[in-house]
């Protein structure tokens, strides 16, 4: 499966393959078919020059793993490091994070800092840091993935065909320039913007002052030296100060790819509905072809249904309806629960040893007269 971000930074689903497993031929098959449809595009075998990133989110947990720490500091102090615009900002955030955590620096800078970092790829990276676009379209078809492979593949046709059908109409009526989330990404810079001070050097270069840093803007080549306006292709609020006080546009200086224009053309194809299967008509050379099944081989066992957990990713854990805790549910609860406010509690009689055998060596008096003797 290949995804991807459209105009409005929703899910836009480019391929869907079918393999006898998730191996390296497989895989290579199916890049070939997107090399075939797409181009020459952003492993290694079928396109040499791409270039490989990894997800900030995966790399996070490995990180964890490898020096036993789960503390928030160093997680707020990576994520910040990763997502860090320009060189200045990352150097900073780099030195605490390696303070935070003893040996990260050799760690991380093994694995290759252009592999991880916005402020050091080769290419744009946007905002896609993690790999949660891919696990977003697998949860959305987590309840159809046990159904039989033709089944399986109308499902997410009908998905598709309600995607493309809702968001064409909504992009359709949008009435701005930019697409839905864009604006919004722009009316946030706006509002900072408003709190920031210009200083001129010519037509085309500006020192904007924010707080008690300074950023320079070169609109003769679309540069800021907050690293956000050339590497996100979107106006940042420096740039935006410059626009208010100057005759720029702001929709000018925006990726034509964010407009609403190519967000409607990105689904401006239909999905056709297909008919009951005994209206269709096969062709001789295609009903007359008959396809073998995989030779795969077959592990014993019932067949896995969830997903398998990265390194350090934290399972959901179920939550006991009786007591209210975690890790087991009501039927395999064996803690104690109070029946009064005063602090009495009672535990079941499997758990608690004074009622062990009560019931064999109790015996219900046989008249009145016993219970008084």
Same mark, same amino acid.
């Given at each position: 499966?290949?995804?991807?971000?459209?105009?409005?930074?929703?899910?836009?689903?480019?391929?869907?393959?079918?393999?006898?497993?998730?191996?390296?031929?497989?895989?290579?098959?199916?890049?070939?078919?997107?090399?075939?449809?797409?181009?020459?595009?952003?492993?290694?075998?079928?396109?040499?020059?791409?270039?490989?990133?990894?997800?900030?989110?995966?790399?996070?947990?490995?990180?964890?793993?490898?020096?036993?720490?789960?503390?928030?500091?160093?997680?707020?102090?990576?994520?910040?490091?990763?997502?860090?615009?320009?060189?200045?900002?990352?150097?900073?955030?780099?030195?605490?994070?390696?303070?935070?955590?003893?040996?990260?620096?050799?760690?991380?800078?093994?694995?290759?800092?252009?592999?991880?970092?916005?402020?050091?790829?080769?290419?744009?990276?946007?905002?896609?840091?993690?790999?949660?676009?891919?696990?977003?379209?697998?949860?959305?078809?987590?309840?159809?993935?046990?159904?039989?492979?033709?089944?399986?593949?109308?499902?997410?046709?009908?998905?598709?065909?309600?995607?493309?059908?809702?968001?064409?109409?909504?992009?359709?009526?949008?009435?701005?320039?930019?697409?839905?989330?864009?604006?919004?990404?722009?009316?946030?810079?706006?509002?900072?913007?408003?709190?920031?001070?210009?200083? #001129?050097?010519? %037509? !085309?270069?500006?020192?904007?002052?924010? @707080?008690?840093? *300074?950023?320079?803007?070169?609109? +003769?080549? =679309?540069?800021?030296?907050?690293?956000?306006?050339?590497?996100?292709?979107?106006?940042?609020?420096?740039?935006?100060?410059?626009?208010?006080?100057?005759?720029?546009?702001?929709?000018?200086?925006?990726?034509?790819? #964010?407009?609403? %224009? !190519?967000?409607?053309?990105?689904?401006? @194809?239909?999905? *056709?509905?297909?008919?009951?299967? +005994?209206? =269709?008509?096969?062709?001789?050379?295609?009903?007359?072809?008959?396809?073998?099944?995989?030779?795969?081989?077959?592990?014993?066992?019932?067949?896995?249904?969830?997903?398998?957990?990265?390194?350090?990713?934290?399972?959901?854990?179920?939550?006991?309806?009786?007591?209210?805790?975690? @890790?087991?549910?009501?039927?395999?609860?064996?803690?104690?629960?109070?029946?009064?406010?005063?602090?009495?509690?009672?535990?079941?009689?499997?758990?608690?040893?004074?009622?062990?055998?009560?019931?064999?060596?109790?015996?219900?008096?046989?008249?009145?007269?016993?219970?008084?003797?």
């Amino acid at each position: 499966m290949a995804v991807c971000h459209d105009a409005n930074q929703q899910i836009f689903p480019l391929a869907f393959g079918i393999g006898d497993s998730e191996n390296d031929a497989a895989w290579t098959w199916f890049l070939r078919r997107i090399k075939d449809v797409f181009g020459e595009r952003p492993v290694k075998e079928v396109f040499p020059n791409a270039f490989h990133g990894i997800c900030m989110y995966h790399l996070l947990n490995n990180l964890k793993n490898k020096f036993k720490t789960k503390t928030k500091e160093l997680e707020q102090h990576y994520i910040q490091t990763a997502k860090a615009y320009n060189l200045q900002e990352f150097h900073v955030l780099f030195y605490t994070l390696c303070c935070a955590v003893p040996g990260a620096k050799e760690y991380l800078e093994r694995v290759g800092l252009d592999r991880w970092t916005r402020s050091h790829s080769p290419s744009r990276r946007y905002n896609i840091m993690t790999t949660n676009i891919s696990e977003s379209m697998n949860a959305a078809l987590v309840k159809v993935r046990e159904l039989p492979i033709t089944a399986f593949v109308n499902e997410i046709r009908l998905l598709c065909q309600r995607w493309f059908f809702e968001r064409r109409n909504k992009a359709k009526d949008f009435t701005s320039k930019m697409s839905k989330d864009v604006e919004k990404k722009l009316e946030k810079r706006r509002d900072r913007a408003q709190i920031m001070d210009i200083r #001129y050097a010519d %037509e !085309y270069n500006f020192d904007v002052i924010d @707080g008690d840093q *300074n950023f320079c803007v070169d609109m +003769a080549v =679309w540069t800021c030296t907050c690293g956000k306006f050339q590497l996100d292709q979107l106006p940042c609020e420096h740039v935006l100060v410059v626009v208010r006080k100057s005759a720029y546009e702001a929709y000018d200086l925006c990726s034509p790819f #964010y407009s609403r %224009e !190519y967000w409607y053309e990105s689904y401006s @194809g239909v999905i *056709n509905p297909l008919p009951h299967i +005994a209206s =269709w008509c096969i062709p001789e050379d295609v009903s007359s072809f008959k396809i073998m099944p995989p030779d795969v081989r077959t592990s014993a066992g019932r067949r896995r249904k969830r997903r398998i957990p990265s390194v350090g990713e934290e399972q959901s854990q179920p939550k006991c309806s009786r007591c209210r805790e975690s @890790g087991h549910n009501r039927a395999t609860c064996q803690n104690p629960i109070a029946l009064h406010p005063s602090g009495q509690t009672f535990t079941p009689c499997s758990t608690n040893p004074s009622f062990q055998g009560a019931s064999s060596s109790y015996h219900p008096p046989s008249s009145i007269d016993d219970t008084n003797s």
